[in-house]
């Protein structure tokens, strides 16, 4: 069983800081991508920040400046620091990642999502 289990977010007033962490588990080969996607209802799910490749990272122009994102690549988890939150970021947060992992002796590519964390920013 693949798994991307996600933590933290929460409610915070508008200026303050959240992190959200993800972590994958199973029977992974290799992880291409982690990131970060968020949805607020009614519209379409966006990218928010994603990294590869140590160095290699991707952030959605309304969050170029205030979010940043890293992983921890011995421990397949990807970090989301939030600061200068403001109330548009309010969303539900996705974690992403773009893994390889073994089925019955087969490396099987595969993105799997996790469950969502709430993040609220209260004017």
């Known amino acids: 069983q693949l798994h991307l289990v996600e933590s933290g977010g929460g409610l915070v007033q508008a200026g303050g800081s959240l992190s959200l962490s993800c972590v994958a588990s199973?029977?992974?080969?290799?992880?291409?991508?982690m990131g970060w996607y968020r949805q607020v209802p009614g519209k379409q799910r966006e990218l928010v920040a994603a990294i590869g490749s140590p160095g290699m990272t991707n952030y959605a122009d309304s969050v170029k400046g205030r979010f940043t994102v890293s992983r921890d690549y011995a421990k397949n988890t990807v970090y989301l620091q939030m600061n200068s939150l403001k109330p548009e970021d309010k969303a539900v947060y996705y974690c992403?990642?773009?893994?390889?992992?073994?089925?019955?002796?087969?490396?099987?590519?595969?993105?799997?999502w996790g469950q969502g964390t709430q993040v609220t920013v209260s004017s």
């Open positions: 992403n990642a773009d893994l390889v992992v073994m089925v019955y002796g087969d490396y099987v590519r595969e993105g799997k």
């Open positions: 199973g029977t992974i080969s290799s992880i291409n991508v």
